[in-house]
Structures are given as structure tokens and as C-alpha cells.
């Protein structure tokens, strides 16, 4: 178990550097050397850098936690009916029957099979209350968003949702992006894309309606949250300028802060209708169904990383240049020659370690190092 994450990661980083050689020709793969060993007038010593992991698939070591807790189809069974046809009704769910049940880890298995498999809420039987639901997901450790967050919904994308992040392992929340059909109405936002977005308002929170609209949802089923748009913004449209990001990610933590979470909070507040009314004879025919979710990142290290772990259901760096902590974020013992600091990807290429230096109290300490 302890050695899955690297071979995942040594797995996922054979596929990266394929990929890397057509987008991120210039930077992609910097940073992942911590220390290396080099001849000088002393000798063979070591000559450290910033480092950190390679990005990797982090829906494999998340808690998902849903609320209420009963929201989930099938107990007691129910029978539902297409959103475009109320009279197609074959979608039955039963949670004690596996091949009908629809639980949440359907959301986070892998996809490409046929039929999809997919996590599906209970009907709006409430209606007109709200069919409320919160989806958490929890890591129980800082992660760095490296791509687009991406929900696929099987059943039309909500006419209302907020996506949501804590830094502070869920104790307090702040929205990533409002989604609605009609961003006025629903949050009195004004609707607006990534696209309006400039280097001076990237840390912006928006309304977007791209992920809501039209019934035609069988040939447009996601909702993202675009990560990769708001680093074009500093390295350029293909990325070619990685270089660029890092540098303003070094010198400002507002941005650095941005991409980092320990928890995303997907908040579900209006399922798809299809329509400006709702059948209220036939509310069978509104849910909500997600098939996948997806969440590129990497451990937060501090560049005093290169590798992360996923030991007893939680992951943590592998921390080097002397420091410790789950995020390589104090020094260790004995290590307090200075104050601790985090890595910098500055100079780029390789940054600078900031290690931590041994404490040099008795001069016997000095002999014995
Ligand atoms: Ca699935």
C-alpha cells in the first residue's frame, strides 16, 4: 500500500512525459530532483534544489462524504423517468441489488466502460423544497490543483450549483465558481466565463452559465472548473511559459493559496428541468446523476519534496533538505540553524532548497557532524 502512490506516480509520469514532449516542452519535469551529488573542493558533496511530485490522479485517496447522508438512491427502491421523455421510465435504483444500486463511489471508479457507471441522488419528491445536496470531498492534506476539476452528470447538468474549497481541512469554506442557467436570478452575479478573466482578476470568484444551459445535455454532460485556462493567463495559451507561472506563484501567495486546497465542496442546489416549469406530476424525472469526477494535482511539499505517500489511508511528503511535517512545513530536530522557509522556484530552473541547517550549539557537535 505504501509504495502504490510511487508506482502510480512512476506509472502516470511515463504517460506525462509523452504527452509532455507536445505541451510542456520548455518546463514540465523541473523541480523534481531534490538533491543530487557533486564533486567540489571539499569533495563529494550534495547540492540541493526545489523539488516537489509529479501531478497524479488524487480522486484515489479522497473521503467522500455526502449530506444528508440518505440522499442516495435505491433505499427505498425507486423508479425513474427520462428528463426529455416522462414516459420512458426504466431507470430503477435499488440499493441492495448491486447491478441497480448507485452509491458514491461509482463517481470515482474508471470510466470508458459501457454502461457508465454513476452515483444518483433520490427523485425531487420534495418539491417545491429544494433538492439540496453536498458532495465533500476530503484529503486530509494540502494538495496543489495541477489541471480543470471535471464533473460528468448522466442526467443534465444542474441548474444550480457552487463549487467550494477549504484550506483548513473543512472548518471554513469559500466558493471556487457559481454555475446557473441564469447567474442574475439565481446569485445575483453577473454571468461572466474564464475567459473575461485577466492576469489582474484571476483570483476573481465568477458566475458562469457555459455549464448549465440547454436541454440538449446527452452530447454535453460537464462542468468544470478551469484550472488550466487561469494558468494561461501567466505561461501562455499552450503552457509554453511554465516558467512564468512558477515565478508568480513564488512571489505571491494570494495565487499559490488559489490552487491549494484540503477539501472541494461540491453544492448542489437545483437539479436539471429541461424546461421553465417543473412536471409536478412527474418529479421522477428530476435528479442528480454523476458518473466522474476529476482532480489532477500534486501533494503540497513546499519544494522539499519529490515524492508523496499514501500510507494508512492518508498521504504525506517524503520530506528532504531536513525538514518534516506532513507537508515538509517546519524543520526537524536538531535542523534549526535558521528559520524555516519553503522552497523557492526561483531561480528557475532549478530554485533554491532553502534547507534547513543543522544547529551548531558545542563545537564537539561541529566535529561529530
Ligand atoms: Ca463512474
Known amino acids: 500500500m505504501r509504495f502504490h502512490f510511487a508506482l502510480t506516480l512512476q506509472a502516470l509520469w511515463t504517460g506525462v512525459c509523452q504527452a509532455a514532449v ?4 520548455a518546463a514540465w519535469g523541473h523541480y ?6 557533486v564533486y567540489s573542493d571539499e569533495g563529494l558533496t550534495w547540492d540541493y534544489m526545489a523539488c516537489q511530485p509529479e501531478a497524479a490522479d488524487m480522486t484515489q485517496y479522497l473521503k467522500v462524504t455526502l449530506d444528508p ?13 427520462a428528463l426529455e421523455n416522462p414516459y420512458m421510465c426504466n431507470n430503477e435504483c435499488d ?15 474508471i470510466e ?16 417545491p423544497k429544494a433538492l439540496l445536496v453536498n458532495i465533500t470531498l476530503s484529503w486530509n492534506k494540502t494538495i496543489e490543483l495541477t489541471d480543470d476539476i471535471i464533473l460528468t452528470f448522466e442526467s443534465g447538468r444542474p441548474e444550480q450549483m ?46 458562469t452559465e457555459d455549464y448549465s444551459r440547454g436541454y440538449v445535455w446527452k452530447y454535453d454532460k460537464t462542468v468544470r472548473f478551469e484550472i488550466k485556462d487561469r494558468f494561461a493567463l501567466f505561461a501562455g495559451p499552450r503552457l509554453h511559459n511554465m516558467a512564468s507561472l512558477y515565478g508568480q506563484l513564488d512571489t505571491t501567495k494570494n495565487l499559490r493559496d488559489f490552487f491549494t486546497i484540503t477539501d472541494l465542496r461540491i453544492r448542489l442546489l437545483r437539479p436539471a428541468t429541461g424546461a421553465t416549469t417543473v412536471d409536478e406530476n412527474n418529479l421522477s424525472r428530476y435528479f442528480y446523476a454523476i458518473s466522474d469526477i476529476k482532480v489532477q ?16 489511508e492518508k498521504l504525506s511528503c517524503e520530506c528532504e533538505h531536513n525538514t518534516t511535517g506532513p507537508d515538509c512545513g517546519r524543520c526537524k530536530r536538531n535542523y534549526q540553524g535558521r528559520a524555516w522557509s519553503a522552497g523557492s522556484y526561483l531561480p528557475i530552473p532549478k530554485g533554491t532548497a532553502n534547507i534547513c541547517e543543522y544547529t551548531q550549539t558545542h563545537t564537539t557537535d561541529m566535529l561529530s557532524n
Open 22 to 25: 507536445q505541451h510542456y516542452p
Open 32 to 37: 523534481d530532483v531534490c538533491k543530487s551529488q
Open 69 to 81: 447522508p440518505n440522499i442516495t438512491c435505491g433505499d427505498p427502491p425507486e423508479t425513474y423517468c
Open 95 to 109: 440499493a441492495t441489488t448491486e447491478e441497480l444500486a448507485h452509491p458514491p463511489e461509482l463517481m470515482f471508479d
Open 112 to 127: 470508458g466502460r459501457n454502461p457508465t457507471t454513476f452515483w444518483q441522488s433520490t427523485s425531487w419528491k420534495k418539491y
Open 162 to 207: 457552487v463549487l467550494e474549497k477549504s484550506l483548513d481541512y473543512g472548518r471554513s469554506w469559500q466558493p471556487y465558481q457559481f454555475y446557473a442557467t441564469d447567474c442574475l436570478d439565481a446569485f445575483t452575479m453577473e454571468p461572466k466565463t474564464v475567459q473575461d478573466l485577466s492576469q489582474d482578476t484571476l483570483l476573481d470568484i465568477i458566475c
Open 297 to 312: 494535482g500534486r501533494c503540497k511539499c513546499n519544494l522539499h519534496a519529490n515524492s508523496c505517500v499514501y500510507d494508512k
